[in-house]
């Protein structure tokens, strides 16, 4: 991996960590009840379970970060679990949108004044930002460069 390559892989992971992060801690806060137009703003919803489910994905990349700063370079295999779980995250907030939006007209008398937006999470545009991540990357996934010796 070049050092450009290394240098643009950390950046990509600080900047995803920071902000599954946030995403998480708005959604934990809208869920115990504390609310804020910024919330709705972001499509945040008060969900403590998917808001610890983000915080988690935003440590992972965050302590690849932290390792790849030190210069070890298991943390790249950090910041492939955080994509990869960007991933399952993001298919499942799609999942649950479309069955959303299936249900919608299959019985719309329950859906009165739904819309599709609202069932739109940050996993779903901080995926985006994994897929963005995965592009720019593609070609130096390897398992080669995980492995890593501590001397």
């Known amino acids: 991996m070049t ?10 992971a600080a900047l995803a960590g920071v902000l599954y992060t ?5 959604h934990i806060i809208g869920g ?13 919803s008060g969900d ?16 690849g970060t932290k390792e790849l700063l030190q210069g070890i370079n298991a943390g790249v295999s950090f910041i492939y679990v955080g994509v990869l779980m960007s991933f ?12 959303n939006l299936l249900d919608s007209f299959i019985i719309p008398e329950d859906y009165e004044g739904w819309n599709v937006m609202e069932s739109f999470r940050p996993g779903i ?6 897929i963005v991540g995965l592009l720019q990357w593609k070609d130096n996934f390897s398992s080669h460069e995980v492995l890593a010796f501590r001397e």
């Open 3 to 12: 050092q450009y390559s290394k240098k643009t892989e950390i950046i990509f």
């Open 48 to 63: 403590i379970l998917g808001g610890f489910c983000l915080v988690v994905i935003g440590a992972v990349f965050l302590y």
């Open 32 to 44: 115990i009840g504390i609310s804020s137009g910024f919330a709705d703003m972001l499509f945040t």
């Open 125 to 130: 545009y901080l995926g985006i930002l994994s």
């Open 22 to 26: 946030f995403f998480g801690i708005i």
């Open 88 to 99: 399952v995250f993001m298919a499942a907030y799609l999942l649950i949108m479309g069955g």
